[in-house]
């Protein structure tokens, strides 16, 4: 069975940094594209950031290039979101999601639960 | 960056009744186009991919038409269970994005 476990949300300041984790079980990790999709609370999804199997590609939403740092550790099979120079509008749901293959495939065939990550001092 | 527009915003229907919903692109995305279902408090489950594919595990009462521009997502025969927010996402060109959603509520 596929499971998407994400971590690390919370309470963080404007200006703050997060790190989100994604703890992956139940396929080949190593083989599939994962990536990251956030909801604002109330809103629609906003994909954010992509990385394709071993890595070889990465991708962002312009809305967090330079700001936010997709990655994964395969050995771990975990995906992993940096998250700094956080601001108000990045409060919302973040979601792990892994792709339907290594790096093409690119719609979301399983998702985690989901950490709230809220910005606010 | 291509931009989905779904419609109705809000559908209303009753179980039994045939549910259609719009997503239109802003630029041709070919097939590349998937749909999503999303219950208050849940995770988004994919529902089609590449416009007319059923995901894993989803009923045959879901079905996905349509290419380039125009896609329809239609429910033939309402469960209770199909009452949710369905949101389209495009995988044609970067960024990937989402549609605003539709929600298929209760009359």
């Known amino acids: 069975e596929v499971q998407l476990l994400e971590s690390g949300g919370g309470l963080v300041q404007p200006g703050g940094s997060l790190r989100l984790s994604c703890a992956a079980s139940?396929?080949?990790?190593?083989?599939?594209?994962m990536g990251w999709v956030r909801q604002a609370p109330g809103k629609g999804l906003e994909w954010l950031s992509g990385?394709?199997?071993?890595?070889?590609?990465?991708y962002y939403a312009d809305s967090v290039k330079g700001r936010f740092t997709i990655s994964r550790d395969d050995s771990k099979n975990t995906l992993y979101l940096q998250m700094n120079s956080l601001r108000a509008e990045d409060t919302a749901a973040y979601y792990c999601?892994?792709?339907?293959?290594?790096?093409?495939?690119?719609?979301?065939?399983?998702w985690g639960q989901g950490t709230p990550v809220t910005v606010s001092s | 960056e291509i931009v989905l527009t779904q419609s109705p915003a809000t559908l209303s229907l009753s179980p039994g009744e045939r549910a259609t919903l719009s997503c239109r692109a802003s630029q041709s995305v070919v097939s590349k186009l998937a749909w999503y279902q999303q219950k208050p408090g849940q995770a988004p489950r994919l529902v089609i991919y590449d416009a007319s594919n059923r995901a894993n595990g989803i009923p045959a009462r879901f079905s996905g038409s349509g290419s380039g521009t125009d896609f329809t997502l239609t429910i033939s025969s309402l469960e209770p269970e199909d009452f949710a927010v369905y949101f389209c996402?495009?995988?044609?060109?970067?960024?990937?994005?989402f549609g605003g959603g539709t929600k298929v509520e209760i009359e």
């Open positions: 990385v394709s199997a071993a890595g070889v590609n990465i």
């Open positions: 999601a892994k792709t339907g293959g290594s790096s093409s495939s690119w719609w979301f065939d399983y």
């Open positions: 996402q495009q995988r044609f060109n970067w960024p990937l994005t």
């Open positions: 139940g396929f080949r990790f190593s083989s599939y594209a």
